[in-house]
């Protein structure tokens, strides 16, 4: 079993559209979590880090349940510059920490 | 801006020749870095820890005499991937963690290096 696990899409939605996002992870020693933002042979970007009460940030929320080792993040009233790869991460110490990267899930917005 | 880079950006070499990528943290000191490598549409993989002052480690399934880790500086790392093969190709990245006030220790990723061994 892979540790960040993530369906890969596509997500194909119009603009405007919510669309959610799961992953889930197999280290229940695993101490941090985040979503992070990849173009298209580009380096990662953080895009949030993910706390256990939730958290929002604008048009993106993401949530995370420690005892279904699930985290999630929805993306309200997309718009066509959110099109990228989102990666689940999680790290396993809160500092300086090792990081493994789920495979991604893309999202493409269209007209 | 960038808080971390990378050089060389992309390197296209020969099979059987060794090639080096710098990874500088710009504007904080960094004791510790990571290398991923990232095959097209997989994961990025962590091959290795870069630590200043001490060896590199390694994770399972990444030879250390393949790719020499050298952490020169409090804000240089540098992968030497050593006799190369066409299965070396790849994207490689590195990253650098920074206290981010609130966020605690975020970690920062180079722009990565394409590399293309024929």
């Known amino acids: 079993r892979k540790e960040v696990e993530q369906d890969p899409g596509p997500f194909n939605v119009p603009e405007g559209a919510t669309v959610a996002f799961n992953c889930t992870y197999s280290?229940?020693?695993?101490?941090?979590f985040f979503w992070y933002r990849q173009d298209c042979r580009k380096e990662p970007k953080l895009l949030m880090s993910?706390?256990?009460s939730g958290n929002e940030d604008g048009r993106f929320t993401a949530q995370l349940n420690r005892a279904s080792q699930y985290i999630s993040l929805l993306i309200r009233d997309s718009k066509l510059s959110d099109s990228a790869t989102y990666l689940c991460?999680?790290?396993?110490?809160?500092?300086?920490?090792?990081?493994?990267f789920g495979t991604g899930t893309r999202l493409q917005v269209t007209l | 801006g960038a808080v971390v880079s990378q050089h060389p950006s992309r390197v296209i070499c020969k099979s059987g020749t060794s090639v080096k990528i710098e990874c500088r943290s710009l504007?904080?000191?960094?004791?510790?870095m990571f290398w991923y490598r990232q095959f097209p549409k997989k994961s990025l993989m962590l091959m290795a820890t870069?630590?200043?002052?001490?060896?590199?480690?390694?994770e399972q399934g990444v030879e250390k005499d393949k790719f020499l880790i050298n952490h020169a500086s409090l804000t240089l790392s540098t992968l030497t991937v050593t006799s190369a093969h066409p299965e070396d190709s790849s994207f490689y990245i590195c990253?650098?963690?920074?206290?981010?006030?609130?966020?605690?220790?975020?970690?920062?990723f180079g722009p990565g290096t394409r590399l293309t061994v024929l």
């Open positions: 993910v706390y256990s």
């Open positions: 280290n229940s020693a695993s101490q941090s």
């Open positions: 870069s630590n200043e002052g001490s060896k590199a480690t390694y």
């Open positions: 990253s650098a963690p920074r206290t981010s006030g609130g966020r605690g220790n975020e970690q920062f």
């Open positions: 991460v999680v790290g396993r110490t809160g500092t300086a920490s090792k990081l493994t």
């Open positions: 504007d904080f000191q960094a004791t510790t």
